[in-house]
């Protein structure tokens, strides 16, 4: 469990809340609370390592807020990108979206894709669907 994760989508729930006249401290109890949809998925993209987290930053930034690491360290075998962006129904569900991309073999990268998402009493599936969306991107 990330707790970093949750931390971050009570605060983003908080801050929702509190734009409609909610209570900004109730609204982040209650979003602490709610159960997570999350959705991971493994990614083999055919690029060398500072390649692909470039693509992958661009991709994630286009998508939404950088919460985490955008840079690009030479060296370094893995790098941790996190955003947050919009999902569910209108787009008022924050998605913490994480990448976690490392070096592969050959001129290849993996990225793990991990997008989550706070789940009301109507089931949305934003994590998954986010998960889903973001892959698509990654492949094209």
Known sequence: MDH???EILAEELAALGAV???SRRLTRLVAKLMR???HEID???PLPFDDAVRRVAKVLGHA???VGSMHVEPGVDQETIRVVTSGGAGGMNPVVVTALVTKGG???SKV???AAAKEGLIKQRAG???AARLAGWLSE
């Open 64 to 66: 939404g807020r950088a």
């Open 112 to 114: 793990r894709l991990r």
């Open 4 to 6: 970093g994760e949750d």
């Open 128 to 130: 998954e669907k986010t």
């Open 36 to 38: 997570k949809n999350v």
């Open 106 to 108: 050959m001129g290849s």
């Open 20 to 22: 409609v006249g909610g």
């Open 43 to 45: 990614l083999e993209m």
